[in-house]
């Protein structure tokens, strides 16, 4: 082959896209005015998050992750500094981003497939299309014979997982999830953890969840972001090397909570 022709497919190759969902954050900061003074809430954020992977956010209350996390999704644009989706510079919201919030928000007239529809409604799609990506949904998040059921008639778990649904129904880069299960009882979180975790092997969208629960930023998360407070910062990265399913009662699983709860109790500071 000629080098002419190498130095195109080198060029080429240059040109192809790489896997969507890259995330880039660069120097960024965010400040509040209230009662004429200056709020810094979060300070010098650097992060890169790669395509498909989970990345779990822990810290106190207050140290900036759920605003974080709106600055991701385009919630918010006053900021300092950089967040980057693919190269593209984040400055309002998009399709690209989903997010499900604490509370799962489905509309309480409409059934399981007319919420997880509702999202596809701005959408130049066929019908077709449209109940196909429906129906694969439902089936994603095992709700397969409750597609016609109203939120008043679902548990709590169900609830949320027609959220993750409809969050994930316009196929989005990123899924940011601010504490989803944090409002369910323990046996339901923990059987909801092992979906999102089935969801994101069969999904592969990349996803950012905050969380209070030191347990399941590790059981979930590929990476541990463990954030200070007071400016909101990132104190350090931890990484999770544990084979999926994770075993919460192996040595190494609960030597990796251990140093992250370590942190944010400040036992580290007697040492």
Request: glycine share 8%; aromatic share 4%; proline share 5%.
């Amino acid at each position: 082959m000629s080098g002419g022709a190498m130095a195109r497919l080198d060029d080429d190759k240059r040109s192809e896209p790489s896997h969507p969902g890259a995330l880039a954050i660069k120097s960024l900061n965010k400040r509040y005015r209230m009662d004429g003074r200056i709020l810094q809430v979060l300070q010098d954020i650097d992060l890169n998050i790669l395509p498909g992977e989970f990345v779990s956010i822990v810290g106190r209350s207050g140290c900036g992750k759920s605003t974080l996390l709106r600055l991701i999704v385009g919630l918010e644009a006053d900021y300092d500094g950089d967040i980057l989706l693919d190269d593209q510079p984040i400055r309002s919201t998009s399709l690209d981003r989903g997010i499900v919030f604490q509370d799962h928000s489905l509309l309480p007239w409409m059934t399981v497939e007319q919420n997880i529809g509702f999202a596809l409604l701005t959408l130049d799609l066929p019908e077709s299309e449209k109940k196909r990506r429906v129906a694969e949904h439902i089936d994603l998040v095992n709700l397969s014979g409750f597609a016609k059921a109203y939120p008043r008639e679902l548990s709590g778990g169900m609830a949320q997982r027609a959220a993750i649904a409809r969050a994930l129904v316009n196929e989005p880069k990123i899924l940011l999830l601010d504490e989803p299960l944090g409002a369910l009882d323990a046996l339901t979180r923990i059987h909801l953890q092992r979906e999102l975790q089935r969801i994101r092997t069969q999904n592969r969208s990349t996803m950012i969840m905050v969380t209070h629960d030191v347990e399941e930023a590790v059981y979930l998360g590929d990476r541990v972001v463990v954030m200070d407070a007071n400016p909101g910062r990132i104190g350090r990265v931890v990484t999770v090397p544990l084979p999926h399913p994770r075993d919460r009662g192996s040595r190494a699983f609960q030597h990796i909570r251990d140093e992250i709860l370590a942190d944010l109790t400040g036992a580290h500071d007697t040492d």
